[in-house]
């Protein structure tokens, strides 16, 4: 069974400090990953993918996140908030092989960023 | 370059009342999707399209119908219409179907309220 856990519901930082949004996923494939950014009314916007290349993927705005099959998780880094990083996170994984090709969506993590 | 696009952007219901969702991309996607967001929730899928003339149930299909008549559009349909299906839908779309390792585009969403 796939499932998604996002183990920090609201993360607050301060501007130009180190964001860190947590993941942890189950597969029962051979998953795909992303982290998807969510601007207030506004859909969803891919901000990077995992799938089985490197396993330090690099999205855009400066976030990065590592797989690591070992821990099963795919965190959300930025080494410096900016204040238009202020947003809700989801992380997804995907039944990469499956032939549904669905997707398992994170409960989501709202980000605040203080000046 | 319009991507997905949704209408209405709002609207409100009286229960029992029906109505449809319309959805259209404009990137030749084989794969389209509609899922609701609901506070805490994540996102959850309501049904999907493999392509024209295809479709399939996601995890909460009770209340809603779907149809595929052509590539382009993916219309959402509820029947008589619950305070519970209060939401905010998004439809999605992506190139390719087995092959889940294509992100997803989405639309501005679809902020519903039935009374």
């Known amino acids: 069974a796939q499932s998604v856990t996002q183990l920090d519901s609201h993360v607050s930082v301060s501007e130009g400090t180190p964001v860190l949004l947590r993941c942890n996923y189950s597969?029962?494939?051979?998953?795909?990953l992303f982290w998807y950014v969510q601007h207030p009314n506004k859909g969803l916007q891919l901000l990077l993918k995992y799938t089985s290349a490197a396993t330090l993927v690099k999205g855009i705005n400066g976030f990065e996140a590592e797989f690591k099959k070992s821990e099963t998780s795919f965190h959300l880094t930025k080494p410096s908030a900016h204040m238009s990083d202020a947003a809700e996170y989801f992380c997804?994984?995907?039944?990469?092989?499956?032939?549904?090709?669905?997707?398992?969506f994170g409960r989501g993590t709202q980000l605040t960023v203080w000046p | 370059n319009a991507g997905v696009t949704q209408t209405p952007k709002f609207q409100v219901l009286k229960t029992g009342q029906s109505m449809t969702l319309q959805c259209a991309q404009d990137?030749?996607?084989?794969?389209m999707s509609w899922y609701r967001q609901d506070p805490g929730m994540g996102l959850r899928l309501i049904h999907y399209s493999v392509g024209a003339g295809i479709t399939d149930q996601g995890e909460v299909p009770n209340g809603y119908n779907v149809s595929r008549s052509t590539t382009e559009d993916f219309p959402l349909r509820l029947l008589s219409a619950a305070p519970s299906q209060t939401s905010v839908y998004f439809c999605?779309?992506?190139?390719?179907?087995?092959?889940?390792?294509?992100?997803?585009?989405f639309g501005d969403g679809t902020r519903l309220s039935i009374l």
């Open positions: 997804v994984v995907s039944e990469r092989g499956s032939t549904l090709g669905r997707l398992y």
């Open positions: 999605a779309s992506s190139t390719g179907t087995v092959n889940s390792n294509q992100p997803q585009h």
């Open positions: 597969s029962s494939y051979s998953p795909s």
């Open positions: 990137m030749n996607h084989e794969y």
